[in-house]
Structure formats: structure tokens, C-alpha cells
T-cell receptor, first 114, second 115 residues
Framework: KAGVTQTPRYLIKTRGQQVTLSCSPI?????VSWYQQTPGQGLQFLFE???????NKGNFPGRFSGRQFSNSRSEMNVSTLELGDSALYLC?????????????FGSGTRLTVV | AQTVTQSQPEMSVQEAETVTLSCTYD???????LFWYKQPPSRQMILVIR??????QNATENRFSVNFQKAAKSFSLKISDSQLGDTAMYFC????????????FGKGITLSVRP
């Protein structure tokens, strides 16, 4: 059974640019969540998508957005990049979310903003 | 809002020995789940163990076990017979039940297993 796949693994962008990260969940999982991990703030919840609908959102500015497709694959977009957006972005999938089985994480996308 | 506190930033243990990682949390919810995740240098978060708050029995997964004290809001992880492959960051996480839930993580603890 394939795990959660995130692409790309590494990304370097310039301030002001925008970036799109991709996440393919485990087959059959309909809930996809995104987390930002930084040394200073730790792991912070960005948003969760379930059946193509954003079901929950963390405390991030509107520059951070996402979407989910009918095959449950999800993308996350960050516009007008800032230096502080440099982080490891982790995607996690779950059968339905909130079901307590725990989320399966991908290996993340390391974004560096210069 | 829920908070998860891991007060020890680093720990070190000799191979084959036992180590306990501490975690406390704060919530007004009565139904929730608690997790320990491991993050090795490969970056992937790996679920180590989970505990349902309504279950009094402590969860166990091979060498990993928890001490869940609901009244004290404490959820520690015990690793027995530590192995070199246990070297990683360990995160304690909380999630309330139902839709719209999310994982709230502690800051993590870096565990080093010495040969």
C-alpha cells in the first residue's frame, strides 16, 4: 500500500513568488491535512480538506490556500512568499479525519525562501 | 484551546535501557485521542502509539507503552530496550474527536540513543 506522497521534496523560491505543493494521500483516505513545521513555532495546523471541501482552518494569513480534487489529492498554495514562510510543509491523510486512527504523514516538502 | 507541553527538549539513553518521555496537555474536552509521533532525520512523522481518552487501559505497542493519567492530564511514553533506530524527535499530540478536528502538537523532544 503506497504511503502519502508529497512533491517536490525540496524547493527554493524568491521572496514575492508563489509556490504550489502537492500531496497524494493513501488510497481510500478522504481527509488531507497540512502542517507547517519550523524550529521556532514547531508544528502548526494549516488546514484540512475532506471530500473537496475545506473543513477546518488554522490561524494563517490568506496567502496560504489549498484545494482538494475528486481523487483526494490536495495542493497547497502560498502566494507572495516571505522569508518567514521557509519551513517543512507536511501533509497527512486519514480515512475520515477525526476518527482517532491517527494520521499518516508524508515526508514533507522543504521550502526555502531567499 | 488545547495545549500540549513537552518540557524536556533533549534526552539521551544508553542502548538497551529504558527511557520515559513526558507530556502534559490541557483541554476541557472529555473525548479525545492522544498520540506519540516519531520524526527521524528522514523527516517523515511516524505514528508510534495512540490512546483513546475513554479507555483506562494504557496502550502498548511492542517496546513502546504509555502511562496515561487522565485526571492529571499526563501522557508519558516509555521506550523499553532502546535501540539505535529509536534516535529521533518525538512529538506528543492531542486530537479531539469528531469532524473539524486537528492534531495539536507539543514542541517535541530530541532523543539520542548511545551505543
Amino acid at each position: 500500500k503506497a504511503g502519502v506522497t508529497q512533491t517536490p521534496r525540496y524547493l527554493i523560491k524568491t521572496r514575492g513568488q508563489q509556490v504550489t505543493l502537492s500531496c497524494s494521500p493513501i488510497s481510500g483516505h478522504r481527509s488531507v491535512s497540512w502542517y507547517q513545521q519550523t524550529p521556532g513555532q514547531g508544528l502548526q495546523f494549516l488546514f484540512e480538506y475532506f471530500s473537496e471541501t475545506q473543513r477546518n482552518k488554522g490561524n494563517f494569513p490568506g496567502r496560504f490556500s489549498g484545494r482538494q480534487f475528486s481523487n483526494s489529492r490536495s495542493e497547497m498554495n502560498v502566494s507572495t512568499l516571505e522569508l518567514g514562510d521557509s519551513a517543512l510543509y507536511l501533509c497527512a491523510s486519514s480515512p475520515t479525519g477525526g476518527d482517532g486512527y491517527g494520521y499518516t504523514f508524508g515526508s514533507g516538502t522543504r521550502l526555502t525562501v531567499v | 484551546a488545547q495545549t500540549v507541553t513537552q518540557s524536556q527538549p533533549e534526552m539521551s539513553v544508553q542502548e538497551a535501557e529504558t527511557v520515559t518521555l513526558s507530556c502534559t496537555y490541557d483541554t476541557s474536552e472529555s473525548n479525545y485521542y492522544l498520540f506519540w509521533y516519531k520524526q527521524p532525520p528522514s523527516r517523515q512523522m511516524i505514528l508510534v502509539i495512540r490512546q483513546e481518552a475513554y479507555k483506562q487501559q494504557n496502550a502498548t505497542e511492542n517496546r513502546f507503552s504509555v502511562n496515561f493519567q487522565k485526571a492529571a492530564k499526563s501522557f508519558s511514553l516509555k521506550i523499553s530496550d532502546s535501540q539505535l533506530g529509536d534516535t529521533a524527535m518525538y512529538f506528543c499530540a492531542f486530537m479531539y474527536t469528531g469532524a473539524n478536528s486537528k492534531l495539536t502538537f507539543g514542541k517535541g523532544i530530541t532523543l539520542s540513543v548511545r551505543p
